[in-house]
């Protein structure tokens, strides 16, 4: 059994990621942490409560996180994700309890669950990295106790979704994903914006995907419309042809570990200067960091597999 804590800031993709792990064979998910992101961190928690309440797993305990970056930035993305975060859509049957959040903050949460779970815990993350930084200042030990870290972030050809070089989880708190990339020093692998821009999901299989009989996949359509048009117009970020579902591949990698097939292991790190390079993924090819620690960078999956595993999440 693969024991996995998320760490999200649910969106529309951060939604369909945590229900392929919901629907991932010999998965347990141990909590779900917030932090702010795609929308509000209030807005996150109940987005993660309706995700949970479709698919009756409300059992799951729910935390709430960072509520700006560490230099005390908020950010957001309603452009894309809506105003609430989940495509402005009613939420009438998955309408959220709100006394179903935890007391105990995500950052503690983090901490107490990994060292409960020594060597035993990936933790995935498909939102800016606040929640993260803070628990490694907090607790030193906390990388040597993973046994693998899954995030979803970067770039690796300085093509931005945010800013001209910025994508955005990194670009959100780049102070925080400084802290990652250079504390954690455990197997780590990336998710990064142009690897899932390469891996559409065609608009033909969005429609057999959204066209299944049940509940999630009309929970699905009806918090999917709103970015699915933005997409299909968006013809600059390389969207158009297709969806992409940036944090289900962070996700499916932590899940199966057969589905990446082909990475590249680099140090990597984070620009936190210059004018438009601030936010920006740092691949050290050279090795010119002096760095002894190397991320797995995705390269390659198997598709076939993914849709497999997306097809699954609305069952
Ligand atoms: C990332 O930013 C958010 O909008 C998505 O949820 C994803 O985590 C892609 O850059
Ligand atoms: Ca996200």
Avoid at 71 to 87: A, M, Q, R, S
Wanted: aromatic share 6%; hydrophobic share 40%.
């Amino acid at each position: 059994m693969k024991k996995l804590l998320l760490d999200v800031d649910c969106g529309v993709d951060d939604a369909q990621a945590i229900m392929l792990a919901l629907a991932a064979p010999k998965v347990e998910i141990l909590g779900i942490t917030c932090v702010h992101g795609n929308t509000t961190v209030d807005n996150v928690y109940k987005n993660v409560l309706r995700v949970l309440k479709t698919c009756n797993k409300l059992e799951i305990p729910v935390y709430k996180g960072a509520a700006k970056s560490i230099l005390g930035i908020k950010v957001g993305d309603e452009n894309f994700h809506g105003k609430d975060g989940l495509g402005d859509a009613p939420d009438d049957a998955d309408a959220p309890d709100a006394k179903k959040i935890q007391e105990e903050n995500a950052v503690s949460a983090i901490i107490r669950i990994v060292n409960k779970n020594p060597g035993e815990v990936s933790l995935v993350a498909t939102g800016p990295l606040t929640n993260l930084a803070l628990a490694v200042r907090m607790d030193p030990t906390l990388p040597g106790k993973l046994k693998g870290l899954y995030i979803m972030g970067g770039n690796t050809e300085s093509r931005g979704n945010t800013t001209v070089c910025g994508e955005f989880n990194f670009a959100a708190d780049p102070e925080a994903a400084y802290v990652v990339l250079n504390d954690y020093q455990c197997e780590t692998h990336l998710a990064c914006w142009e690897f899932t821009c390469y891996n559409k999901l065609p608009w033909e299989f969005c429609d057999a995907w959204l066209g299944q009989d049940s509940n999630k996949a009309r929970f699905m359509a009806k918090i999917f419309r709103h970015s699915m048009e933005e997409s299909k117009k968006d013809s600059g970020s390389l969207n158009s042809t297709g969806f992409i579902s940036c944090d289900s591949f962070a996700m499916a990698a932590a899940v199966d570990d057969s589905f990446v097939t082909e990475s590249d292991r680099y140090p990597v790190s984070v620009e936190l200067a210059g004018t438009h390079t601030r936010g920006m993924m740092i691949v050290d090819t050279q090795g010119l960091l002096n760095k002894t620690h190397k991320a797995c960078i995705m390269k390659k999956v198997d598709m076939g597999k993914f849709e497999k595993m997306m097809m699954a999440a609305l069952k």
